[in-house]
C-alpha cells in the first residue's frame, strides 16, 4: 500500500519546489532511514560543488519503494538491503547503480547488557522484553527474518515474531523502544548504534556473520527522473573516496 506519510511528503517538495522556480536543478532521494545523516551530509557537499538541491525522503525502504513506484516521481533510491535492487530490477525504474558501502546486523541491548543477553536464544525468552522489525517494512525487518531463519528455522522466527512486545518500522523506531523499560533487545543495523545519540544507551552483540552476513548498499538513479545527467553524477560522488569516507565515519564499512 503507498505510504500516505510518504506520499504527503512527495506532494509537499513539489508544492516547494514549484515555487521556488527552476533556478536551481533539484533531485528528489528516496533513502532508507538507517544512511540518512551521511547521505545528507554528502547531499550538502553536491549542492555546494553543482549549484542544485537534493530534497531527501526517508522512510523504510520497503515503503520507499512502494512510493517511487507509485508516483513515479524522483531521481535517486538507497535501500537498506541490495535485495530491493535485485528483487525490484524487473520492474524497470533502476538505471544507474553503485556500491556505497555495507551494513550488518548486530543484537541491541541497553547500555551495559543488565540482562546479560548473549545470544538469539534470548528472543523467546519470556524475561526478556524484544522489539523486531517489520519485515514488509523496513531492511532491517527483511534481514532480521532471514538471519533468525537462517540461525534456526522459521519456526523459530514465527515463535519469536509472536512474542515480541513491539513490531518497528525501521532502526530508528527500534533504536527509540530500546529506550523504554520494558524493552531489553532486539536486533537492529550496526552502523544505527554507532550514532552519537545511540552510543548513550545501547551496548552492540556481535551475531556470527554466517548468520548475519555483510550487506552491500546499492544506490541507484531512477528511470524515470527528469535530472538524469545530474542523478547519475550524485551516485558517482557518493561512490567516490570522498563519499566513502563519509559513509565510514557514520559506521558503514
Same mark, same amino acid.
Given at each position: ?158 515463535? !519469536?515474531?509472536?512474542?515480541? $512486545?513491539?513490531?518497528? @518500522?525501521? *532502526?530508528? &523506531?527500534? #533504536?527509540?523502544? /530500546?529506550? =523504554? ?30 548468520? !548475519?552476513?555483510?550487506?552491500? $548498499?546499492?544506490?541507484? @538513479?531512477? *528511470?524515470? &527522473?527528469? #535530472?538524469?545527467? /545530474?542523478? =547519475? ?21
Amino acid at each position: 500500500m503507498f505510504n500516505s506519510v510518504l506520499k504527503s511528503a512527495i506532494v509537499a517538495l513539489l508544492f516547494c519546489s514549484s515555487l521556488l522556480g527552476a533556478d536551481k536543478p533539484q533531485l528528489l532521494f528516496y533513502c532508507g532511514i538507517t544512511m540518512v545523516k551521511p547521505m545528507q551530509l554528502i547531499a550538502s557537499q553536491f549542492e555546494k560543488n553543482n549549484n542544485c538541491t537534493v530534497k531527501i525522503i526517508q522512510g523504510g525502504s520497503e515503503d520507499l519503494y512502494d512510493s517511487l513506484k507509485l508516483s513515479k516521481t524522483g531521481d535517486l533510491y538507497l535501500p537498506g538491503l541490495d535485495k530491493y535492487i535485485k528483487e525490484y530490477k524487473k520492474d524497470g525504474f533502476f538505471k544507474t547503480e553503485a556500491y556505497v558501502g555495507f551494513n550488518q546486523a548486530a543484537i541491541f541491548v541497553k547500555k551495559g547488557n543488565p540482562k546479560k543477553i548473549k545470544n538469539l536464544e534470548s528472543l523467546i525468552n519470556p524475561k526478556i522484553g524484544v522489539v523486531l522489525c517489520n519485515p514488509d517494512s523496513g531492511s532491517i525487518g527483511k534481514a532480521t527474518k532471514a538471519l533468525i531463519i537462517s540461525y534456526k528455522d522459521e519456526n523459530f522466527f514465527n515463535r !519469536a515474531f509472536d512474542a515480541a $512486545l513491539e513490531i518497528g @518500522t525501521d *532502526s530508528r &523506531s527500534l #533504536n527509540a523502544s /530500546l529506550l =523504554k523499560p520494558e524493552i531489553d533487545m532486539t536486533i537492529n543495523w550496526k552502523a544505527s548504534g554507532e550514532t552519537i545519540e545511540s552510543l548513550n544507551h545501547i551496548t552492540m552483540i556481535n551475531i556470527p556473520e554466517k548468520y !548475519a552476513p555483510k550487506q552491500n $548498499l546499492v544506490l541507484t @538513479t531512477l *528511470s524515470f &527522473s527528469k #535530472n538524469q545527467d /545530474l542523478a =547519475k553524477k550524485f551516485v558517482n560522488y557518493a561512490s567516490s573516496k570522498d563519499g566513502a569516507m563519509i559513509m565510514k565515519r557514520y559506521g558503514f564499512r
